[in-house]
T-cell receptor
Framework: DTGVSQNPRHKITKRGQNVTFRCDPISEHNRLYWYRQTLGQGPEFLTYFQNEAQLEKSRLLSDRFSAERPKGSFSTLEIQRTEQGDSAMYLC????????????FGPGTRLTVT | DQQVKQNSPSLSVQEGRISILNCDYTNSMFDYFLWYKKYPAEGPTFLISISSIKDKNEDGRFTVFLNKSAKHLSLHIVPSQPGDSAVYFCAARRGIGGAAGNKLTFGGGTRVLVKP
């Protein structure tokens, strides 16, 4: 299967702890996106990479959030000092340059902050 | 500022009939529109897209219609099947030149139930 993969699928953490999620995009895709989805809502954009460059960040991405894509392949999203409001599904997507609008999503990481 | 809205939270349809999902948007700078299907505990699955310069795109059982003057798009599923039961999201991309402007703005979703 050459789709977008995300790990872990589920993460339960205590408030104040740091968590890190990983995303592996479709291999030939150079664009990678992070979204967050809460219950009953559509996904909301967090940030976007083209190769290793982070080109856009939402104001939703507070200073506790950091994302990297060091070699232009996989990406990590870290949340420091987690809060209960961070509980959500974190989705990663990727797209090619030619059809950049067509984004393919991974299964997501469900974060629960207790 | 909800730029993409799906005003129907749910839809129930009989197997074999047509499902029509609607989506309204406010930003005239959107250049591509997409529909995604989402099952519980899974990521959204891409279904079909349409460029803002077209008014219709068809792929198998799925057809998307775009009415730019009304800032409205719809997804038709014919015939509906029980496996189509899921949450459907419409999304839009704002067309900006260069590297920026690739994020998708999503509606709130419509839950579809196809009854056998």
């Amino acid at each position: 299967d050459t789709g977008v993969s995300q790990n872990p699928r589920h993460k339960i953490t205590k408030r104040g702890q740091n968590v890190t999620f990983r995303c592996d995009p479709i291999s030939e895709h150079n664009r990678l996106y992070w979204y967050r989805q809460t219950l009953g809502q559509g996904p909301e954009f967090l940030t976007y990479f083209q190769n290793e460059a982070q080109l856009e960040k939402s104001r939703l991405l507070s200073d506790r959030f950091s994302a990297e894509r060091p070699k232009g392949s996989f990406s990590t999203l870290e949340i420091q000092r987690t809060e209960q409001g961070d509980s959500a599904m974190y989705l990663c997507a990727s797209s090619s340059t030619r059809r950049a609008y067509e984004q393919y999503f991974g299964p997501g990481t469900r974060l629960t902050v207790t | 500022d909800q730029q993409v809205k799906q005003n129907s939270p749910s839809l129930s349809v009989q197997e074999g009939r047509i499902s029509i999902l609607n989506c309204d948007y406010t930003n005239s700078m959107f250049d591509y529109f997409l529909w995604y299907k989402k099952y519980p505990a899974e990521g959204p699955t891409f279904l079909i897209s349409i460029s803002s310069i077209k008014d219709k795109n068809e792929d198998g059982r799925f057809t998307v219609f775009l009415n730019k003057s009304a800032k409205h798009l719809s997804l038709h599923i014919v015939p509906s099947q029980p496996g189509d039961s899921a949450v459907y999201f419409c999304a839009a991309r704002r067309g900006i030149g260069g590297a920026a402007g690739n994020k998708l703005t999503f509606g709130g979703g419509t839950r579809v139930l196809v009854k056998p």
